[in-house]
C-alpha cells in the first residue's frame, strides 16, 4: 500500500462509518440481481426505433436499476433491465457523472478553487509599483462577474492605479495537460478549450449578433470585455430564413503591432451576410492566445472598476519570486454551483479541470491526468467497486478513448443515493422538458402527467460524439418509483439514436419494468 493510499483509505473508511455505512463488494451482490437472473431485453417502442433507424441491437448498451430507501445511508438496488450492460462503451459526456460525484464526495461541495496574487512592488499612495504575479489552481469559473470581484478586492487594498506588467504562474498543471489537442480538428471551438490554471470565461469569446431595433443594420457586442479589442463589422443584411446564419459570416482576428512590450490591439472583423430574420445570434471562437486573453480581461475588469493604468500591461508567464509578497488569496464560486454548469451544460473543460483539481489536492502539483484517475480509482475503491473496463483520458467524455459500462455507471448512480453529496449531484442532472441539455427532450410524453399532483421527472445526463449517443441518470416514474438508467450507443448511426433513448425514458416514466411489459 503506497504512502497516498493509506490516509486516503483509512479517510474514506472514517467517513462512511461515521455517516452509518459501508458500501461494499458484498453489498454490491446482495443487492443487484445478477446478470444471469436479469430481465436480457428491449423494450418494444425503443427496438422498434432501433430497427427504423438502422442501429444494429448489438450497438447498444442499456443498464436500468430501481432504487429502494432503505435504512439511513442504505439503498437497495434491483436490476430491472439488463441489455448488454457489461460491455465496454463510450460513454460521450455521461463519463462527467464519475467525475462530478468524485470531486463532490472528496473535496466536499463548498470547495472553492482559489487564485494567488503576489506582487514584488510597494503600493505607495495608492499606486502600486511593481508587476502582479498571478498564480492558479484551475479555477474553472473564472468569469467576468468573479474577475470583477477580485477588482474590488484589490483596490480595498488601497490601489487606485497599476505601474507594472502581469505575470501568469501556472505550475499547478503539468504542461502536457494544457496542450491544445482536439479528437476533430476544431481547435477554434469551445467545446476543445484546453485545461488552464488561470483559465479566464473559458477563453471564449461570444458575440452576440442581431438586426437593431430601432434601423437596418446589424449590432454586435462581445464579452467578456476586452481592454484592446475592437470590432470591424462589414456584414450585410440580407432577406434569408435564420435557419444557416452560420454558415454565411466571414469571421477573422487580426493583432495590431507586435510590440512585446505592450498589450497587443485586436480587430474582429465580420463580412458576409446575415438574415434579417434572426432576432439574436451568438457566434463563439477560441481565437486568442492565453496570456493575451487573460491580459486584455483583466485590464478590462480594473478600467471598469475605475482603476487606471500607469501603462497598458503586458502579460508573460513566469513564476511568482521567492522575494514577491502577498497581495490577495481570491476564492472562486463553490464547487456544488460548478459541478452544476458540468452537468446541465455538459462543459467540458470545467470537468477536465475538476478531474486535475482532484489530482492537485490529494496528490500535490503538477497535477496530471495520471494522478486524477489515481484519486478517481482509489475512490471507487474505497467504496468497494472494482471498473475493470474503465478507461478515463481526461474526464470529460470529449474524448475517442474513455470508456465504462453501462452497469458500472448506473453503480455510480446507485451509490451516489448513499452519499451525503447525493442530493446535489442529483439536482445538478439536467431536467427533461425544463433545462439543461433535455430541455427539449420528452416534452410531448411529459404533458400527459400534467394532471398528476406529484409529477414524474427525468434527471438524465447526455451525452454526444460523431458515432456516441448516451444517456445517465434518474427517472422518477409516474407511480413514484426511481430507476437509475444508462445508456450507451456505439455506431456510426448513433447520431439516430435520440428517439430510442427518449422511447426508453418513456418506457420509464410509465412505469415500464413493471411484470406485465416484460417480454
Known amino acids: 500500500m503506497s504512502a497516498w493510499n493509506f490516509p486516503y483509505t483509512a479517510y474514506k473508511l472514517a467517513q462512511v462509518l461515521t455517516m452509518g455505512f459501508i458500501i461494499s463488494n458484498s453489498a454490491w451482490s446482495a443487492d443487484l440481481v445478477s446478470q444471469e437472473t436479469a430481465l436480457q431485453y428491449i423494450p418494444r417502442d425503443v427496438a422498434s426505433s432501433l430497427d427504423k433507424n438502422q442501429i444494429p441491437k448489438d450497438a447498444i448498451s442499456i443498464s436500468v436499476v430501481e432504487i429502494t430507501p432503505g435504512r439511513p445511508g442504505k439503498v437497495t438496488a434491483k436490476t430491472e433491465l439488463d441489455w448488454r450492460s457489461t460491455q465496454a462503451m463510450n460513454p460521450a459526456s455521461t463519463m462527467k457523472l464519475l467525475t462530478t460525484l468524485t470531486g463532490l464526495d472528496i473535496l466536499g461541495p463548498r470547495y472553492r478553487w482559489r487564485t494567488n496574487l503576489y506582487t514584488d512592488g510597494l503600493i505607495q499612495q495608492g499606486t502600486l509599483k511593481g508587476n502582479i504575479y498571478l498564480q492558479g489552481t484551475g479555477d474553472p469559473k473564472l468569469v467576468p462577474e468573479e474577475l470583477a470581484k477580485m477588482m474590488r478586492a484589490l483596490q480595498n487594498l488601497g490601489i487606485q492605479k497599476l505601474d507594472g506588467n502581469l505575470?501568469?504562474?501556472?505550475?499547478?498543471?503539468?504542461?502536457?495537460?494544457?496542450?491544445?489537442?482536439?479528437?476533430?480538428?476544431?481547435?477554434?471551438?469551445?467545446y476543445n478549450v484546453p485545461p488552464d490554471p488561470l483559465l479566464y470565461a473559458f477563453r471564449t469569446l461570444s458575440f452576440q449578433i442581431g438586426k437593431s431595433r430601432t434601423a437596418d443594420f446589424i449590432d454586435i457586442s462581445y464579452t467578456p470585455p476586452l481592454s484592446r479589442l475592437k470590432v470591424s463589422n462589414q456584414m450585410q443584411l440580407v432577406d434569408k430564413a435564420c435557419d444557416s446564419w452560420k454558415s454565411n459570416i466571414r469571421f477573422n482576428l487580426e493583432p495590431e503591432g507586435t510590440n512585446a512590450n505592450t498589450e497587443q490591439a485586436l480587430t474582429a472583423q465580420f463580412?458576409?451576410?446575415?438574415?434579417?430574420?434572426?432576432?439574436?445570434?451568438?457566434?463563439?471562437?477560441?481565437?486568442?492566445?492565453?496570456?493575451?486573453?487573460?491580459?486584455?480581461?483583466?485590464?478590462?475588469?480594473?478600467?471598469?472598476?475605475?482603476?487606471?493604468?500607469?501603462?497598458?500591461?503586458?502579460?508573460?508567464?513566469?513564476?511568482?519570486?521567492?522575494?514577491?509578497?502577498?497581495?490577495?488569496?481570491?476564492?472562486?464560486?463553490?464547487?456544488?454551483?460548478?459541478?452544476?454548469?458540468?452537468?446541465?451544460?455538459?462543459?467540458?473543460?470545467m470537468a477536465r479541470q475538476l478531474l486535475l483539481t482532484l489530482a492537485l489536492e490529494k496528490m500535490g502539483k503538477p497535477a496530471t491526468i495520471e494522478n486524477g484517475e489515481l484519486v478517481i480509482r482509489g475512490w471507487l475503491k474505497g467504496l468497494g467497486l472494482q471498473f475493470p473496463e474503465l478507461v478515463i483520458e481526461n474526464g470529460s467524455g470529449l474524448s475517442r478513448n474513455e470508456t465504462i459500462s453501462a452497469k458500472n455507471l448506473n453503480q455510480i448512480l446507485v451509490a451516489a443515493r448513499n452519499l451525503p453529496v447525493g442530493e446535489i449531484f442529483y439536482n445538478s442532472l439536467p431536467i427533461a422538458g425544463s433545462d439543461g441539455t433535455m430541455r427539449n427532450?420528452?416534452?410531448?410524453?411529459?404533458?400527459?402527467?400534467?394532471?398528476?399532483?406529484?409529477?414524474?421527472?427525468?434527471?438524465?445526463?447526455?451525452?454526444?460524439?460523431?458515432d456516441v449517443r448516451a444517456i445517465s441518470g434518474y427517472v422518477i416514474s409516474k407511480s413514484g418509483k426511481m430507476y437509475a438508467v444508462t445508456s450507451f450507443i456505439n455506431h456510426p448511426n448513433a447520431w439516430r439514436g435520440l428517439e430510442a433513448h427518449d422511447q426508453l425514458l418513456a418506457w420509464l416514466l410509465d412505469d415500464g419494468p413493471e411484470p406485465k411489459h416484460a417480454r
Not at 180 to 189: A, F, K, V
Not at 328 to 338: K, M, R, S, W, Y
Request: with cysteine.
Open 167 to 190: 505575470v501568469f504562474d501556472r505550475s499547478a498543471y503539468a504542461p502536457g495537460v494544457m496542450e491544445h489537442n482536439t479528437i476533430d480538428g476544431e481547435s477554434l471551438r469551445a
Open 441 to 466: 427532450r420528452l416534452m410531448t410524453h411529459l404533458r400527459k402527467f400534467l394532471h398528476l399532483k406529484k409529477k414524474p421527472e427525468a434527471r438524465i445526463k447526455t451525452g454526444s460524439l460523431a
Open 271 to 349: 463580412s458576409g451576410s446575415f438574415p434579417n430574420t434572426c432576432k439574436g445570434v451568438s457566434y463563439n471562437v477560441v481565437a486568442i492566445d492565453a496570456n493575451t486573453f487573460l491580459t486584455q480581461g483583466f485590464a478590462a475588469a480594473w478600467e471598469l472598476a475605475g482603476g487606471t493604468w500607469a501603462q497598458a500591461p503586458a502579460g508573460r508567464d513566469g513564476a511568482v519570486p521567492i522575494n514577491a509578497r502577498p497581495l490577495l488569496q481570491f476564492e472562486g464560486i463553490n464547487l456544488a454551483d460548478d459541478v452544476q454548469d458540468i452537468n446541465k451544460y455538459s462543459n467540458n473543460v
